[in-house]
């Protein structure tokens, strides 16, 4: 692996890493002015996750799709 790929690779993993901490902590400090906010940010994370759930369980036992990793590239 070149040594660019890999720079990128962890820039990127570090940046998303970043990104979680800094949400998450956007969150707990909204949640500690109105447990509301916490209620409500709760619901969109929950229908993400859901969806997340279901496309990776949909591309799991598709049968299809299945068809297209066997061909040789």
Do not use: C
């Amino acid at each position: 692996m070149p040594l660019d790929r890999l720079v990128l690779i962890l820039v990127i993993v570090l940046a998303a890493a970043g990104g979680t901490i800094w949400i998450a902590m956007l969150f707990f400090a909204s949640s500690q002015i109105s447990p509301l906010v916490a209620v409500l940010t709760a619901l969109p994370v929950a229908l993400g996750l859901y969806v997340v759930w279901r496309v990776i369980s949909e591309r799991l036992s598709n049968r299809e799709d299945d068809h297209y990793d066997r061909i040789e590239k």
